[in-house]
T-cell receptor, first 115, second 109 residues
C-alpha cells in the first residue's frame, strides 16, 4: 500500500530537548516536504527536498533542520524546541515531473506539544 | 512568496450546492489543487487544475479558474453530510506548495 509514515504521532516534550520526527514514503517519490498546521493559518511549508542530498527552505524554516540521505526518508529535527513550535506537523511526498499532477501524499500528522 | 486566501467557514444544507472560493497572488502558479481534510487525518487530494485550463468537472466537483482575477473555486453539487470537512486550496509555484488557511464546510441535515 502506497503511504507516507510519520512517527511519533503524538509527542509532549520540554523546551530545549532535541527531538526528531521521522518520515518515510514507499512510493519512490523524489519530492518530500514538511508542513506545520496552525489554526487560522492553514499549512505552511517548513522545508522541502527535490531529491537525495537536495534540501531547501520553505516559508517557516527557523528552528528546524532536515536531512535527505536516502530517497525514502526525510526526518524533521528540532534541535532546541520552543513552545511556539507546538503544532500539528505533516510530512508529504510527491512525484513532480513533466506529465505528473504533482499530487502531494500526506502522512497522518504528528501532534507536538512543547512545554 | 505566494499568498493564498480562503474564507474560514461555510455552512450549507444537505442537498444544496457548496461553493468554496480561493484567491492567490502569483500568476505564474502552474498547478492548483483542492485538498480535503477530515478530522484527525492528513490531507487528501480532491481535484486539481492546470493553469492553462478554465474549468474541470469530476462527478459532483466543478473547479473554475479565473486567471485574470487569480481566483479559484470549488463547487460541490448535492452536498452530503459526508462532505463536512476542511477544504484547502493549494498552488504549486517554483518547487513550493502554498496552502490557504482552509475552509471548514459544515453540512446541516
Amino acid at each position: 500500500e502506497a503511504q507516507v509514515t510519520q512517527n511519533p504521532r503524538y509527542l509532549i516534550t520540554v523546551t530545549g530537548k532535541k527531538l526528531t520526527v521521522t518520515c518515510s514514503q514507499n512510493m519512490n517519490h523524489e519530492y518530500m516536504s514538511w508542513y506545520r498546521q496552525d489554526p487560522g493559518l492553514g499549512l505552511r511549508q517548513i522545508y522541502y527536498s527535490m531529491n537525495v542530498e537536495v534540501t531547501d527552505k520553505g516559508d517557516v524554516p527557523e528552528g528546524y533542520k532536515v536531512s535527505r540521505k536516502e530517497k525514502r526518508n526525510f526526518p524533521l529535527i528540532l534541535e532546541s524546541p520552543s513552545p511556539n513550535q507546538t503544532s500539528l506537523y505533516f510530512c508529504a511526498s510527491s512525484s513532480i515531473s513533466s506529465g505528473n499532477t504533482g499530487e502531494l501524499f500526506f502522512g497522518e500528522g504528528s501532534r507536538l506539544t512543547v512545554l | 512568496g505566494e499568498d493564498v486566501e480562503q474564507s474560514l467557514f461555510l455552512s450549507v444544507r444537505e442537498g444544496d450546492s457548496s461553493v468554496i472560493n480561493c484567491t492567490y497572488t502569483d500568476s505564474s502558479s502552474t498547478y492548483l489543487y483542492w485538498y480535503k481534510q477530515e478530522p484527525g487525518a492528513g490531507l487528501q487530494l480532491l481535484t486539481y487544475i492546470f493553469s492553462n485550463m478554465d474549468m474541470k468537472q469530476d462527478q459532483r466537483l466543478t473547479v473554475l479558474l479565473n486567471k485574470k482575477d487569480k481566483h479559484l473555486s470549488l463547487r460541490i453539487a448535492d452536498t452530503q453530510t459526508g462532505d463536512s470537512a476542511i477544504y484547502f486550496c493549494a498552488v504549486y509555484n517554483f518547487n513550493k506548495f502554498y496552502f490557504g488557511s482552509g475552509t471548514k464546510l459544515n453540512v446541516k441535515p
